[in-house]
C-alpha cells in the first residue's frame, strides 16, 4: 500500500472505484475508514457492488470491495461526489434528489448514519449529499 493522504478520502475512494470499473478490474483495495466502509456496505446493499471485507489490524486496516463477478460487466456507470470539503452541499428530507428516476442512488449522511436518498426521505431526515451512484 502506498502511504499518500488524500485530503478529500471519500473522493480518493470514489476515484478508485470509477477507475477499476473502467479498467474492468473486479476487486479494488483502499485504506479503511469507518465512513468508507459505511458507504461501501450501501453500495453493496443496493447491489451496485458484490461485496466488503476488511483485513487487517488498527492502523492497517484495508478494505477490499469485489466490484463485480469474473465475467460480468460492472453495475456501476457513473459514480460522482457531490459534497466536497471546500463546498459542503446539504439539503433537507424534501430536497434528496431522485437519480435517474430511481434507477440510482444517493448517499446521504444523516444523523441516523449513513443512508440511501430514499431511506432519509422515508425517515424524514436530511443531511450531507456525499455521492450519487448510476
Do not use: W
Amino acid at each position: 500500500m502506498n502511504s499518500v493522504i488524500a485530503t478529500d478520502p471519500i473522493a480518493d475512494m470514489l476515484t478508485r472505484i470509477r477507475n477499476a470499473a473502467g479498467a474492468r478490474k473486479t476487486t479494488v483495495s483502499l485504506p479503511h475508514s469507518n465512513i468508507k466502509e459505511g458507504i461501501a456496505r450501501l453500495l453493496a446493499n443496493t447491489h451496485f457492488i458484490d461485496s466488503v471485507s476488511v483485513s487487517g489490524e488498527s492502523i492497517d486496516k484495508v478494505l477490499t470491495l469485489t466490484l463485480h463477478g469474473e465475467h460480468e460487466n460492472s453495475r456501476i456507470t457513473e459514480i460522482v461526489r457531490l459534497s466536497k470539503p471546500g463546498r459542503r452541499e446539504y439539503v433537507t428530507a424534501q430536497e434528496i434528489p431522485t437519480i435517474k428516476r430511481g434507477r440510482g442512488i444517493v448517499i446521504v449522511s444523516t444523523s441516523k448514519g449513513l443512508l440511501t436518498g430514499e431511506e432519509a426521505k422515508k425517515a424524514g431526515v436530511g443531511g450531507e449529499l456525499l455521492c450519487k451512484v448510476y
